[in-house]
């Protein structure tokens, strides 16, 4: 049987913030966005079909619960929310809180180029993410 494993380029691209029920919570290491994606921990699930119904509803309180951290941490103008995977074909699943005043707005965020947290921006967007998403 196998077992859950991490896309390698999802591995790459993002920092662990937190392991929730069903998904890995991680942060796209692009400063421009605050940008979540959430990984449900199921094998060879490639689309949110793929899931079970109990995870399905799983995953949608999921998504909630990252949205509402970013919309309440960030004052968001506009959430993003998309499981693309044209790329990555692992089910995962972005949040991103948009503002009319960042580089990309009204475009999408999807295939631009990142720009990598400094260390102390990132230490802080973790710990901010991590107190409010991590269950107690």
Do not use: C
Not at 48 to 76: K, M
Not at 88 to 96: G, N, S, Y
Request: proline share 7%; net charge negative; aromatic share 8%.
């Amino acid at each position: 049987m196998k077992e859950f494993a991490l896309h390698p380029k999802l591995e790459a691209d993002t920092i662990d913030v937190a392991t929730l029920d069903l998904s890995l919570v991680r942060l796209m290491n692009d400063r421009r966005f605050p940008w979540l994606i959430l990984v449900p921990q199921r094998v060879d699930a490639v689309e949110i079909v793929d899931l079970e119904a109990e995870d399905r509803a799983t995953l949608i309180e999921e998504i909630a619960l990252v949205s509402n951290a970013l919309r309440e941490l960030f004052h968001a103008r506009k959430l993003n929310v998309a499981a693309i995977g044209n790329l990555v074909p692992q089910l995962h699943v972005h949040v991103v809180a948009r503002f009319e005043s960042d580089d990309e707005w009204p475009k999408p965020v999807w295939g631009t180029a990142p720009e990598p947290y400094r260390f102390d921006e990132l230490e802080r967007r973790l710990a901010s993410l991590r107190y409010r998403i991590t269950p107690t």
